[in-house]
């Protein structure tokens, strides 16, 4: 199910609620306006990625890498 879960991520789709991306690698990703609440982000790579407007309500975050992320609302 990850794998499937990151290819959803990469390929743009913007409704990730409550998905398993733990340690996933998505750094650069362009990730505006997506639905991330609830989502597994534990250890992932989120550098430089694009979060934009983001949903990130209870999504989980230990550990990630948010290294020039924009979260700007």
Known sequence: MYKQHLKLA???EKDLA????E???LAGADLIDANLAG????????????LKGANLVDADLR????ESANLER
């Open 10 to 12: 990469l390929s743009g």
């Open 39 to 50: 989502a597994n982000l534990i250890d992932a790579n989120l550098k430089d990625a694009n």
């Open 18 to 21: 409550g998905v398993d991306l």
């Open 23 to 25: 340690r996933a690698n």
């Open 63 to 66: 550990g990630a890498n948010l």
